[in-house]
C-alpha cells in the first residue's frame, strides 16, 4: 500500500559528491517528518538525517554535519540527501524512512522506533 523508494547510489571516489532521493507514494494524507538511515555490515544502523513538514527544521548526525544537507519538495513527496566530501566511512545502504505522527519536528536523536515506513535501501559505496 504504502511505497518508499530510493535511487541515486553508487560507486564514488573519496571527495566526490552524490544525491540520493526518495519517493513516497500510498499515503492519504503525507505530513511527516521523513529521513535517512544507513547500516554498514556488521554495523548499527545509524540515523544520518531528518527534516519536518515544513523544512524550517532539520537534524544531522555529528558524522555528516556540514556536509551532507537533506531536502523535500512536499507537492511531488520526495526527500532529498545531497551528500558533499565523502569519505570511506560513508560507504552503507542508506535508507528512507517515514515518521509515524504527522508534523513531527526533526528535533534529538533519531530513533528507528519513531518510523514507520521504510524502503528498500539503495548502496552508497565511496572508494579511497
Known amino acids: 500500500q504504502v511505497q518508499v523508494v530510493e535511487s541515486g547510489g553508487g560507486l564514488v571516489q573519496a571527495g566526490g559528491s552524490l544525491r540520493l532521493s526518495c519517493t513516497v507514494s500510498?499515503?492519504?494524507?503525507?505530513?511527516?517528518?521523513m529521513g535517512w538511515f544507513r547500516q554498514a555490515p556488521g554495523k548499527e544502523r545509524e540515523g544520518v538525517s531528518c527534516?519536518?513538514?515544513?523544512?524550517?527544521?532539520?537534524y544531522y548526525a555529528d558524522s555528516v554535519k556540514g556536509r551532507f544537507t537533506i531536502s523535500r519538495d512536499n507537492a511531488k513527496n520526495i526527500l532529498y540527501l545531497q551528500m558533499n566530501s565523502l569519505t570511506p566511512e560513508d560507504t552503507a545502504m542508506y535508507y528512507c524512512a517515514v515518521d509515524r505522527q504527522d508534523f513531527r519536528d526533526a528535533y534529538g536523536p533519531m530513533s528507528s522506533s519513531d518510523f514507520t515506513f521504510w524502503g528498500q535501501g539503495t548502496q552508497v559505496t565511496v572508494s579511497s
Open positions: 527534516i519536518n513538514w515544513f523544512s524550517d527544521n532539520a
Open positions: 500510498g499515503l492519504t494524507f503525507n505530513a511527516r517528518r
